[in-house]
């Protein structure tokens, strides 16, 4: 499956951004998505995961309460709402796909071979 991403930009501290990831290629509910992150100098770090019906969600500690990840298994493209953000959020964010079975999720970035070009997002103070 191949995967856009978009919907980064540059905004203020409590703002909030939606980030879509579109897929294309092959059938998008066969597979589990994830959303990732990298600063710069900083390794990728696993933001969040959503299982192929969108029923099983998984979220770094770091955004818990603030990021929602969803999917439209209908239109092939996958969400993450991000609500009050902050400068530590600041990172070039990367969608990323597998097929596994139905209620999986996955939040290691090696589990996943297919993965968009990434959306950059800057936050300010």
């Known amino acids: 499956v191949q995967l856009q991403a978009s919907g980064g930009g540059s905004v203020q501290a409590g703002d909030s951004l939606r980030l879509s990831c579109a897929g294309s290629?092959?059938?998008?509910?066969?597979?589990?998505m994830g959303w990732f992150r990298q600063a710069p100098g900083k390794e990728r770090e696993f933001v969040a995961a959503?299982?192929?019906?969108?029923?099983?969600?998984r979220y770094a500690v770091s955004v818990k309460g603030r990021f929602t990840i969803s999917r439209d298994n209908a239109k092939n493209t996958g969400f993450l709402q991000m609500n009050n953000l902050n400068p530590g959020d600041t990172a070039r964010y990367f969608c990323?796909?597998?097929?596994?079975?139905?209620?999986?999720?996955?939040?290691?970035?090696?589990?996943?071979?297919?993965w968009g070009q990434g959306t950059l997002v800057t936050v300010s103070s």
């Open positions: 990323a796909a597998q097929q596994t079975v139905t209620g999986a999720v996955i939040t290691t970035s090696v589990s996943y071979n297919n």
């Open positions: 959503i299982s192929r019906a969108g029923t099983v969600k």
């Open positions: 290629g092959r059938t998008f509910s066969d597979y589990a």
